[in-house]
């Protein structure tokens, strides 16, 4: 008998965390998965294969997580830790410290280095090839006007959003200051910044239903550029009821992307065209991460009540992985006037 096709929100993967999802990324070598959660854990998933490969329990919450290689990643951890993790040994140790929670984690393929982010208010870079102990492996710290609440990388530039809406940009080969320290064109909190794949800025977005687009050329062509956009709304009864836009993914092939709110849907845009190209069914709960696979061709979606209306009884966390189609993120090209009508 033929297997029954996967439901519209994709393939459930079986042994989700146990508590929210803070975070999921899909390796750049393969279709395996990395999820970090407030359960203390971080798993690594086949995600073709929909298997629990490997698990990793911490001393405290989990709030990001990143692959090194294949067989590695590194985590960040609200027990002020930040970890390297050997998936195929199953051993762990510890890269170093902050002085508050660890809440973001990136690792650069241009510098080899592991950056790291924390409610401590500083950045952190450390070179995960020296030998072990916090010591040795600390490359520098930098002092952030507020906790970091999220970070994204593209080739040597870092961006830094904070909290009080400051965005500090740097370049990884010069660390001692930051590059452009800006504001946040957005009235309300910073929920999620991710860089464009092409390097040429970021989409920054808000608690308050919205997206900025953002360009690092600072010159009035490159700033005019910009702009916001409202999101993850609804109306009812004449009112307008908004949701935080918790997550930001750009597809790898056609620089379109994804973004996830507390309404628990998932929608498609085209930045350069201004448009929405798809809207995905809703997710049982609020998205609280989203992760497009090397290739594009799947997209991992975390259906995790992230606690924007305070303790509640919601929906058990998820993760959904689903194969993409190109009609669902590929620029619908521009139609031109006909001239001759």
């Not at 990324?25 to 970090?36: A, E, K, T």
């Not at 830094?160 to 909190?189: C, F, I, W």
């Not at 929608?267 to 696979?293: E, H």
Request: with cysteine; net charge positive.
């Amino acid at each position: 008998m033929a297997s029954a096709p996967p439901p519209s929100t994709g393939r459930e993967l079986l042994s989700p965390p146990t508590d929210g999802i803070s975070n999921l990324r899909f390796s750049n070598h393969s279709d395996h998965l990395l999820v970090s959660s407030w359960d203390k854990s971080v798993r690594l998933y086949d995600a073709t294969a929909n298997a629990l490969r490997g698990e990793f329990m911490h001393g405290g919450a989990v709030l990001d997580c990143c692959f090194h290689d294949d067989t590695s990643g590194f985590s960040a951890s609200a027990d002020h830790t930040v970890r390297r993790l050997v998936f195929n040994y199953n051993r762990e140790d510890v890269l170093g410290r902050h002085d508050g929670p660890v809440r973001c984690i990136e690792y650069s393929y241009a510098t080899g280095q592991v950056i790291t982010g924390s409610w401590d208010k500083t950045l952190k870079c450390w070179d995960p090839r020296s030998s072990s102990g916090q010591d040795r492996s600390l490359v520098g710290t930098y002092t952030q006007p507020e906790r970091v609440y999220s970070m994204s990388l593209v080739g040597n530039r870092l961006v830094v959003a904070t909290a009080g809406r400051h965005v500090n940009v740097y370049d990884l080969r010069n660390m001692s200051q930051p590059e452009q320290r800006r504001e946040s064109s957005l009235k309300y909190q910073t929920r999620c910044v991710r860089c464009y794949p092409n390097g040429t800025g970021y989409a920054l977005s808000s608690v308050e239903g919205r997206v900025a687009m953002e360009f690092f050329d600072l010159s009035e062509t490159g700033q005019s550029k910009k702009y916001a956009f409202k999101c993850h709304r609804k109306s009812e009864a004449g009112r307008d009821i908004v949701y935080p836009v918790n997550a930001i993914a750009f597809h790898p092939i056609y620089g379109t992307f994804a973004t996830g709110g507390c309404d628990g849907y998932v929608n498609v845009w085209d930045g350069n065209n201004k448009k929405r190209l798809y809207q995905y069914t809703k997710y049982p709960t609020s998205i609280a991460a989203l992760s497009f696979s090397r290739d594009g061709r799947l997209l991992a979606v975390a259906s995790s009540y992230t606690y924007e209306e305070g303790d509640k009884t919601h929906e058990p966390d998820a993760i959904f992985v689903r194969s993409v189609n190109e009609v669902e993120v590929k620029p619908k090209p521009k139609m031109l006037p006909n001239p001759a009508s």
